[in-house]
């Protein structure tokens, strides 16, 4: 029973042998992080007088440090489930979206929209609407920017989501977007608080990206997602063998566009604001750089590049002050120069090369061919 | 008697600007026979195919497959009526795997392409198609290998497999044997022999060999700058002097380089 249990378990999350452990192992550690970060850098005054250990453990993870680190954990969350379905499109699917934020930004819109004062809606009716709307949302743009290919696709994408920014900063609908300033202060339900219950929140957080990693990993080992990687890797040839691949695509879309927007509703809601910005090409570029740091066409990778950037713009910005984006921008061409299939992909090629790297790294600063 | 063809064209034509690479083509294939196609370079035997897979609209004429006008319908639905079709350049997968390139082919046809909420290896009798296939066409043994680390013969022989594995009652095979190295063709002209013994298909092939084109053949047509030369069984054809005089004649320094 204990064995073909944990075996379930195994199979779930990965299929293969050692790799499930390490995944179980990760998750494990992810779900015991506020209890562990309670007892390490929580406050102890925190833990009021006559609680149990337990208690008193999860009080002190609302303190000090663990409640910093919990949040900086959330967010890499965030940026992960965003990162996952940037993935779906460019690293499974071959499409090059430069308007990703479009989703990101719009599913943290609808839920501040929705839950707020001109709506009232119920938080769980709100959430619902947000993946309607995601849904209807990809449907419609991707039914229109699938009907061209390559660099037309990334232009139209584009535009669509500088339609959607110029909308949301638009005065016109100030009185619902908030114009240029966005939303903040919208009444999130008070037991979903990230100041107040910011443990509470990290479950949630974690809940959610845990059910899209695995619906991700699902989608893209089904007989639908074998034909999307069939699509990457060979678009004509696939439909030759009989495939329509325009579906294909299109579902890819959805499931990227429905990921995205929870990640923009989560984010949205651990802000209490939600700012124009989210609709930015900036934020199709966060994503489009993790994935390729951690690794174009895995889902490890997306999820491994937003911890990566989350951490290293913390610390960068902590040690080097405002220049830290020069300093990012360096690391981040190192790691595409001398992990050039991103960390989970040189992984798995076992194609990293100093050599070769270096070589690379030198034709990059002079603009020569290295010899040899 | 519209049945007593598998395949009809009637005056098909596609041009690319002002170059005319198909005129007014009229051909007729019956069913279960081998019929080839040859010419020079350049001939436009690969267009001819393209446009009756449906890579190419064609610019006027029509294709009659099994009595149904199937002009102009996109790839992916003649892959669905029967009409399958190799590359002369090798155009497979090259990422995924040797078997995977095969599996996708064969799970095209069925009806669980859009099962997106379970593992694709749960339908186990498209792995087992696949493997079958491999074994028929020789590539058992680097069914785990990504297709881009297949030598060039062997990615003929997955061309062909993925060809194979959705079971197509048309067959059109563009240039298989190019590239391969001499002492791999036997084995690839068995596999055509093989389906050919099943009886059950209709085989359209385009070769430059002529020693093979005239060994398997049942019937010949010989394009010549986008036209139909000369038509008939390939003794009819090795005889014929106006094919002899526009085709095989330069075609000598080529069949005697690949003889050697
Ligand atoms: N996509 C295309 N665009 C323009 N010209 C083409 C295209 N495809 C083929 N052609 C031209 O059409 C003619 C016939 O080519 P092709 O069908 O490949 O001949 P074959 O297969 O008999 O060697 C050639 O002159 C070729 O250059
Ligand atoms: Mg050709």
Partial sequence: ?372 | MENSYILETHNLRKSFGGLVAVADVSLRVKPRTLHSIIGPNGAGKTTFFNLLSGNLQPTSGRVIFKGLDITGIPAYRTAHLGIGRSFQITNVFPNLTVEENVRLAAQSLGHDNFKFWSHYLHYSHYQERAREILEQVGLADQARLPASLLPHGGKRKLELGILLAADPELMLLDEPTAGMAREEIPRLMEVIQQIRQQGDKTIMLVEHKMDLVMNVSDWITVMHQGRVLAEGAPAEIAANEVVQAAYLGDLYGDLSEGMA
């Fill in chain 1, 1 to 372: 029973m204990q064995v073909s249990l944990s075996r379930r378990w195994q199979k779930i999350f990965s299929g293969r042998g050692a790799q499930g452990w390490v995944y179980l192992a990760v998750f494990a550690l992810l779900a015991l992080f506020p209890l562990i970060a309670g007892l390490t850098i929580g406050n102890p005054q925190a833990a009021s007088e006559g609680a149990g250990f337990f208690e008193g453990l999860l009080q002190r993870a609302e303190s000090g440090y663990a409640k910093f680190w919990q949040g900086m954990l959330i967010q890499m969350l965030i940026l992960s489930i965003f990162a996952m379905s940037y993935d779906i499109l460019l690293g499974y699917t071959g499409i090059l979206s430069f308007g990703h934020a479009m989703f990101f930004g719009t599913g943290g819109y609808a839920i501040a929209i929705l839950i707020g004062q001109h709506f009232n809606w119920p938080f769980f009716q709100a959430l619902g609407a947000v993946v309607v709307i995601a849904v209807l949302q990809s449907l419609i743009f991707g039914i229109l920017s699938l009907r061209v290919k390559g660099v037309y696709l990334t232009m139209v994408t584009l535009a669509f989501a500088e339609m959607f920014f110029i909308l949301a900063e638009a005065g016109d609908f100030r009185q619902y977007t908030g114009a240029d300033d966005g939303l903040h202060g919208f009444p999130v339900p008070a037991y979903l608080s990230a100041t107040e219950h910011r443990t509470r929140f990290y479950y949630l957080a974690l809940i959610l990206f845990v059910l899209v990693f695995l619906a991700a990993r699902r989608l893209i080992n089904s007989p639908t997602g074998r034909v999307m990687i069939a699509t990457r890797d060979n678009e004509n040839r696939a439909m030759m063998i009989g495939f329509n691949t325009f579906w294909y695509k299109l579902i890819a879309f959805v499931a990227a566009g429905v990921f995205a927007a929870l990640a923009g509703a989560l984010s949205a809601l651990f802000n209490v604001s939600v700012t124009p910005a989210t609709l930015t090409t900036f934020r199709t570029i966060d994503a489009l750089a993790m994935t390729i740091i951690g690794g174009v066409g895995t889902l490890i990778g997306p999820i491994l590049g937003a911890g990566i950037i989350q951490l290293l713009g913390y610390w960068l910005e902590r040690w080097f002050g405002a220049n830290w984006t020069l300093i990012y921008g360096i690391i981040f061409m190192l790691i595409v120069v001398f992990l050039p299939y991103g960390i989970v992909g040189t992984l798995r090629r076992r194609s990293f090369g100093w050599k070769a790297g270096w070589a690379r790294w030198k034709q990059l600063l002079t603009g020569k061919a290295a010899p040899g």
